[in-house]
């Protein structure tokens, strides 16, 4: 199994929001999306990042806001479905995407993949399906995003059956097992976004990597335990669930310093995994 990290384009935002303590200086943040290359079920997907279609989701009003308040830019970057042509697949050849949450920077690239399985929370799923306009655009949902024959290719992850955890993973004890070989664990990061998902990949000499999406902007402020500044809170969905999980996060890195943390909107982890990847057993 072989792990790699892609960029389709960055979002600006404050340090000081991201991260406590940090500079009022606004930053370029990658927006990643993950390839695993599994032995038995082929190319999976973990969220899509960007693609055009977040200009085309976001040219009218109210969805414009998304695109004023978190300007992005995706010029010069490959989307999903280019980069799956750039590792020398076809976007046909992606047979799961695992979402770890319906926010516009994870799923512009979810209508490219016709043969993709949809991985998701169906709880998330609900929380988000029904909203439009502006109650949208303030759970940074954009509709148009989300394909027509969502329903018809989902795979909720709540019937996938569950599993223990290897002990190294404490404090995180059960996951779903989404592939029925232990390869790849879900477990529930709430907060950020109601019912977010994140997966353990099984690593090698024992030591799983964890896909953490947006638990935290980076694993920086998991290792210096610095929670997001107090405004940043407006933005997520529940925040007494986000400091439980980036206090679960914490106390996972504090018990387990070498586990990789990887952050969709993490440098580090696009320089860990973004070149020749991580190999898995
Ligand atoms: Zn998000």
Request: aromatic share 4%; proline share 5%.
């Given at each position: 199994m072989k792990l790699t990290m892609h960029c389709t384009g960055t979002c600006k935002q404050l340090e000081?929001?991201?991260?406590?303590g940090g500079k009022w200086k606004s930053i370029a943040f990658p927006g990643l999306f993950a390839m695993i290359e599994h032995p038995s079920e082929g190319l999976i997907l973990f969220d899509t990042g960007y693609s055009p279609r977040f200009a085309e989701a976001t040219r009218r009003l109210p969805y414009a806001l998304y695109r004023w308040t978190t300007p992005v830019d995706t010029e010069g970057y490959l989307s999903a479905a280019e980069h799956v042509k750039a590792a020398g697949y076809v976007?046909?050849?992606?047979?799961s995407v695992i979402i770890s949450h319906f926010h516009g920077d994870h799923i512009c690239g979810l209508g490219d993949f016709p043969n993709a399985k949809l991985i998701c929370?169906?709880?998330?799923?609900e929380?988000?399906?029904?909203?439009?306009?502006?109650?949208?655009v303030k759970?940074?949902?954009?509709?148009?995003?989300i394909p027509p024959d969502f329903e018809a290719r989902a795979s909720?992850?709540?019937q996938c059956p569950e599993a223990d955890l290897p002990a190294v993973c404490r404090p995180f004890e059960r996951g779903r097992d989404l592939f029925g070989d232990g390869s790849v664990t879900a477990v529930d990061l709430s907060g950020h976004a109601a019912?977010?998902?994140g997966v353990f990949l099984r690593g090698t000499d024992g030591t799983p990597v964890l896909l953490g999406a947006d638990a935290s902007w980076s694993a920086q402020a998991v290792r210096e335990n610095r929670l997001p500044s107090p405004p940043a809170f407006i933005l997520f969905d529940g925040r007494r669930d986000y400091k439980r999980t980036f206090g679960n996060l914490v106390e996972l890195q504090r018990r387990q310093p070498g586990m990789r943390l990887l952050f969709t909107h993490c440098a580090e982890a696009w320089e860990l995994c973004g070149k020749e990847g991580?190999?898995?057993p």
């Open positions: 000081s929001l991201s991260m406590r976007p046909e050849d992606v047979t929370s169906k709880a998330g799923y929380s988000v399906a029904a909203l439009k306009g502006l109650a949208a759970r940074a949902v954009l509709p148009d995003l909720w992850v709540e019912h977010q998902i991580i190999e898995l």
